[in-house]
Nanobody, 113 residues
Framework: QLQASGGGLVQPGGSLRLSCAAS????????MGWYRQAPGKQRDLVAR???????NYADSVKGRFTISRDIVKSTMYLRMNSLKPEDTAVYYC?????????WGQGTLVTVSS
């Protein structure tokens, strides 16, 4: 089970940190990631971190967002800086294991003045 938290209302240029707490160990997961879905749009990958620690980001967030994980705490994070109104979306955490996908509930991020 994945539990996402940390969303909220923030002004443009502001920062937020999202957390995704797993009910079990994340050590053996093949990868974890953050996806987002804006109203009327498809769910898209934002950032992903593999078991080896390799990361990849959507072009739109490169240089602004940072994905990380704490294996001891079984938690994944997404640090979001320089937020823009177009970052407004519901953010979902995801885990991959043996070709299966697991999803947490979403957390809403609203960037507005």
């Amino acid at each position: 089970q994945l539990q996402a938290s940390g969303g909220g209302l923030v002004q443009p240029g502001g920062s937020l940190r999202l957390s995704c707490a797993a009910s079990g160990s994340i050590f053996n997961l093949d990868a974890m990631g953050w996806y987002r879905q804006a109203p009327g749009k498809q769910r898209d990958l934002v950032a992903r971190i593999t078991k080896s620690g390799s990361t990849n980001y959507a072009d739109s967030v490169k240089g602004r967002f940072t994905i990380s994980r704490d294996i001891v705490k079984s938690t994944m994070y997404l640090r979001m800086n320089s937020l823009k109104p177009e970052d407004t979306a519901v953010y979902y955490c995801n885990a991959e294991l043996l070709s299966r996908q697991y999803w947490g509930q979403g957390t809403l991020v609203t960037v507005s003045s």
